[in-house]
């Protein structure tokens, strides 16, 4: 009764345009779930109670109090604490999370640092390991030793509530049932029970072990807890700035079209201007006419101009993931646009700050 042309001009144009902004929402969303479960599902070695043996499990499934199995180059599912190292000291890449490439050394606890000659020497290691698949063989036999006598220390760990700094981290390690020798290395060491720990024997989440053949860790904080998760800041949904042009734009023009309608309505009430008999009169003129201008010029606003927006800037995130340019000549590995919502504020930036120059030099002296 209000509208002078056919809904069907209307609706569909509008049903349109909600379709293709779902049908991108749900095309992104997509892709971060795929990538949250090539992250979740990626192998670990955990250690089975029941097979007496490293058998690999998924990332998702690793849980707090888990004896994990890392190797060289395996990036660390979980917070955890480092029971015994390969050569005594492991070293990680913290890339990751503070864009530092050096590298950070970790090491067990006093206590059981005293005992890692003991493992040696019970397991006849000489420091060597056997590259490829045999020496994957060889590195699960090792581990097992290892795990196994570690085990046999009956050692408890106590651990302090997660906190978000990095360097905040805090517990004891007490061995209940030490083994003879164990017992004699503590005391030739002096050294006391229960053994503090602090962020030296731990290893965050999303670091990458390097230049050691292997590690035994604890899982000490999953989930939430860990320190990667309590760092990561409650933000809201960002937003372009040509979005946000866009958005005052649309909102100027509805401005001036309920100021246009109300005028026109008000005009024609003034005049005398009688409504169609077809219009509804159980409603005050005015409005009828405020509501019947607002279905005629609607059409000022710009609704197709959002769908041809997030088409440019899908096609646009789609140059970048193909663009010869801004693909890493050392890895090989091109530029991936995982959102297309701020693609356009790349054309946008005139000045780059860093902390420091090893972040844009790759600490490259050349």
């Keep these: 009764q209000f509208s002078p042309m056919m809904w069907q001009s209307t609706v569909i144009p509008f049903c349109g345009v909600l379709l293709w902004t779902a049908l991108k929402d749900l095309y992104e969303d997509f892709r971060r779930r795929r990538d949250d479960d090539a992250e979740n599902l990626r192998p670990a070695w955990r250690w089975d109670f029941v097979r007496k043996a490293f058998v690999k499990a998924r990332w998702r499934d690793v849980l707090c109090g888990d004896m994990l199995l890392s190797l060289q180059d395996d990036a660390l599912p979980a917070d955890v604490l480092v029971l015994y190292a390969k050569g005594g000291q492991a070293y990680i890449s913290t890339v990751n999370l503070d864009g530092e490439t050096n590298f950070k050394e970790r090491r067990a606890a006093n206590v059981l640092t005293a005992i890692t000659e003991i493992l040696d020497l019970e397991m006849g290691l000489d420091g060597s390991v056997t590259r490829g698949t045999k020496g994957l063989t060889e590195i699960l036999e090792q581990a097992t030793k290892a795990a196994t006598l570690l085990l046999r220390q009956g050692f408890s760990v106590r651990l302090a509530t997660p906190r978000a700094a990095l360097t905040d981290m805090d517990g004891a390690v007490t061995l209940q049932t030490p083994t003879p020798e164990a017992s004699a290395a503590l005391r030739k060491l002096s050294l006391s029970m229960p053994c503090p720990l602090n962020y030296e024997n731990f290893i965050p989440r999303g670091c990458v072990l390097r230049n050691i053949a292997y590690t035994i860790c604890l899982v000490s904080y999953v989930g939430p807890d860990t320190k990667t998760r309590l760092n990561c800041a409650q933000t809201g949904a960002k937003m372009s700035n040509m979005q946000v042009y866009l958005n005052r734009g649309v909102q100027g023009l509805v401005c001036c079209l309920m100021i246009f309608n109300v005028y026109i309505a008000l005009s024609a009430h003034i005049d005398g201007v009688k409504n169609p008999e077809h219009w509804p009169s159980r409603w005050p003129a005015p409005v009828v006419r405020f509501i019947v201008y607002?279905?005629?010029?609607?059409?000022?606003?710009?609704?197709?101009?959002?769908?041809?927006?997030?088409?440019?800037?899908?096609?646009?995130?789609?140059?970048?993931?193909?663009?010869?340019?801004?693909?890493?000549?050392?890895?090989g590995v091109a530029a991936l646009a995982r959102t297309a919502d701020l693609v356009e504020e790349m054309g946008q930036v005139n000045f780059v700050f860093s902390d420091k120059t090893g972040t844009l030099t790759e600490n490259e002296m050349v």
């Design 294 to 331: 607002c279905v005629i010029l609607y059409q000022i606003v710009p609704i197709s101009l959002y769908v041809v927006f997030e088409i440019v800037k899908l096609l646009l995130g789609l140059q970048i993931n193909r663009d010869p340019q801004m693909v890493d000549p050392k890895t």
